[in-house]
Each structure stands twice: as structure tokens, then as C-alpha cells.
T-cell receptor
């Protein structure tokens, strides 16, 4: 149980275009999902918290107009990188929060490798 | 704000050796503690977690971790590693009522056959 998928797994796009990444919790419902960036040889950087039915909460320094988040259902959150530039090339990872056993656990998707040319 | 420290970023050891990875956190309140593992080319997987109760937690693949509240630590151990344990290991913490995880910088563990 607790499987999270992401689509696409990798994408190459031209500078100036927009890219949408989907995150799905396959076997549980998640009112909250999270979007991270992972840089080479570094830990995960939280970008934003995605809340079902309400606006996302962005971390300091993350442009909300550039990284659009939509949490349309209890199993789907999308991240759209608008007007992508080469510096947006990165590994984007989502997680979905499960509440059980007296606590909260985040389960992670496999990530999406974005390369902007 | 909560923060997590992991030391000895690169660890190289031989099969059958014992492994211990340190994790210290700074947060004064009740915490939930996690260890995640990322095998080469794969995504982050939950290794084990601590919410409450017995401070010695057993996870998958023979791993265990001990929560020592007085030391703000949650060290990960495995008595005898295998080549397949080669991976990056991340400690993570969230304070009670705060759903955001704080990650350590990770330990890159390489097990030599």
C-alpha cells in the first residue's frame, strides 16, 4: 500500500514552454501533497504544500506564478512549470501525506526529471 | 524551526560490517521521526518511522533505529550490511502538528562486496 506515482518520469522541453507534472496517490486519499526539488548530491528542498480544495502554500523564495499547483481531487495534484527556463531543470518529487497510526507519513513518488533546453 | 543533522556524508564499508548512521534534530516539542532510503535510480522509500511508544523501532530489510529523546537523536543501525544496502539514507523530522518534513542532507552509503 501507500503508492504514489508521477507522470511523466522525464520530460525535455524548450525554453519558454510550460510543463505539467502529475502526482497521484494510487491506493489512498491525500488531502495534502507536497512538491520538492532535489538537486544533485543534495537533499530535498520543499517547494510547496498542496491542499485539496484550497490554495497551495509556497515556501519562501518559490514563485507561485511560476510553479502553479492544482490539487483538484483527493488523489491528484499537478505542478505546472510555466515559461520554463534552463535553470528550472531539476528533479521534481512529490509526496502524499497519509494519516494513520497516530501520526503522519509522507510517501514519495518516483520523481520527474525536467530538462529545459 | 526544525532542522536535522546527519554526519559522515560518505560511508564506505564491506559486506557483513555493521552500519550506524547518526541523526540529530533540533525541535523542542513532540516529534515524528523517519528514515528514508533512496537506492540508485529509485525513489525515496520509507525505511522506518517513530511516532510514539517503544523508542527502538524496527523497519524493513533488517534496519532499526533508536529514539533517544534526551539526545535529540534517532540513529539508524543495521548489524550486518549487504551489497544491496548501497543507497542514500535520509533522516527526516516533523514536529507535532507541523506536516512539513525537515530532511537531513543524507548519508551516501557504499557497501563493497
Amino acid at each position: 500500500g501507500a503508492v504514489v506515482s508521477q507522470h511523466p518520469s522525464r520530460v525535455i522541453c524548450k525554453s519558454g514552454t510550460s510543463v505539467k507534472i502529475e502526482c497521484r496517490s494510487l491506493d489512498f486519499q491525500a488531502t495534502t501533497m507536497f512538491w520538492y526539488r532535489q538537486f544533485p548530491k543534495k537533499s530535498l528542498m520543499l517547494m510547496a504544500t498542496s491542499n485539496e480544495g484550497s490554495k497551495a502554500t509556497y515556501e519562501q523564495g518559490v514563485e507561485k506564478d511560476k510553479f502553479l499547483i492544482n490539487h483538484a481531487s483527493l488523489t491528484l495534484s499537478t505542478l505546472t512549470v510555466t515559461s520554463a527556463h534552463p535553470e528550472d531543470s531539476s528533479f521534481y518529487i512529490c509526496s502524499a501525506r497519509m494519516i494513520s497510526g497516530g501520526g503522519e507519513t509522507q510517501y514519495f513518488g518516483p520523481g520527474t526529471r525536467l530538462l529545459v533546453l | 524551526a526544525q532542522s536535522v543533522s546527519q554526519h559522515n556524508h560518505h560511508v564506505i564499508l564491506s559486506e557483513a560490517a555493521s552500519l550506524e548512521l547518526g541523526c540529530n534534530y533540533s525541535y523542542g516539542g513532540t516529534v515524528n521521526l523517519f528514515w528514508y532510503v533512496q537506492y540508485p535510480g529509485q525513489h525515496l522509500q520509507l525505511l522506518l518511522k517513530y511516532f510514539s511508544g517503544d523508542p527502538l523501532v524496527k523497519g524493513i530489510k533488517g534496519f532499526e533505529a533508536e529514539f533517544i529523546k534526551s539526545k535529540f537523536s534517532f540513529n539508524l543501525r543495521k548489524p550486518s550490511v549487504q551489497w544491496s544496502d548501497t543507497a542514500e539514507y535520509f533522516c527526516a523530522v516533523n514536529g507535532y502538528g507541523n506536516n512539513r518534513l525537515a530532511f537531513g542532507k543524507g548519508n551516501q552509503v557504499v557497501v563493497i562486496p
